[in-house]
């Protein structure tokens, strides 16, 4: 808990806020698309060394997050793979290249959207985060949550989910149901690595999809 407080003062600090108040009170500045893509910039280049947990060493790559800084929807993974570790690139491994395919399904393209992970750094073997990992990187997650201040967020797998929405529940429970995180909109689908593995997972995720699709009010082509 006081590992939690210290984090949400730094956030508070680097915010600019130098006074506490109630946190249903406290509304983040409201930043252009320019000011959000040079702020979420400086801040990948600040992090880039970051130590906080072991995870940083068997990194190549301190992969923070990429897309429109502005985006309406924001996606979460769960961590770099081993051509994002290579790379820095989020997303762009076999499974970021079926991410791509499921968001143009719903008539979304990459630069459309925000994606990051709940972990920065490549877990060995592609392991789930632990949970000191996952939490070390929490507080960067939450800032770039409220830099782009997303209408809606899309939960990719049962770490995501879990970490994000603080529960333990099977991500057959939590799929079809919207949650409220950080003001935003949340539901859950599956990871792309998941839908790789076993293409039967598939019609699952594009019943998802058009739900994320009918909430945002995409027009269908």
Not at 113 to 136: G, L, M, Q, S, T
Not at 148 to 176: C, D, F, K, M, W
Not at 205 to 213: G, V
Request: positive net charge; proline residues 5%.
């Amino acid at each position: 808990m006081k590992k939690a407080v210290k984090q949400y003062l730094e956030m508070l600090g680097l915010s600019g806020i130098d006074y506490l108040r109630k946190p249903e009170e406290i509304k983040p500045p409201s930043l252009s698309a320019e000011q959000k893509k040079e702020r979420l910039d400086t801040l990948s280049k600040q992090y880039a060394n970051c130590t906080k947990c072991k995870l940083h060493k068997g990194r190549t790559n301190f992969v923070y997050g990429d897309g429109n800084p502005d985006a309406r929807l924001l996606l979460i993974g769960e961590g770099p793979g081993e051509v994002e570790d290579r790379t820095g690139k989020v997303f762009v491994g076999p499974a970021g290249q079926l991410l791509t395919k499921m968001l143009e399904a719903i008539s979304l393209s990459r630069e459309d959207v925000y994606i990051c992970n709940i972990v920065k750094c490549r877990p060995p073997a592609n392991r789930n985060p632990e949970p000191d990992e996952a939490e070390a990187c929490r507080y960067y997650l939450l800032e770039q949550i409220h830099i782009i201040q997303p209408e809606y967020i899309l939960l990719l797998g049962r770490v995501a989910a879990h970490n994000i929405l603080n529960t333990g529940e099977a991500l057959s429970r939590l799929r079809g149901k919207t949650f409220t995180f950080e003001n935003a909109q949340t539901i859950t689908t599956y990871h792309p690595s998941a839908l790789l593995r076993n293409v039967h997972l598939k019609k699952g995720a594009w019943i998802d999809l058009q739900r994320l699709r009918d909430m945002m009010g995409i027009a269908t082509k």
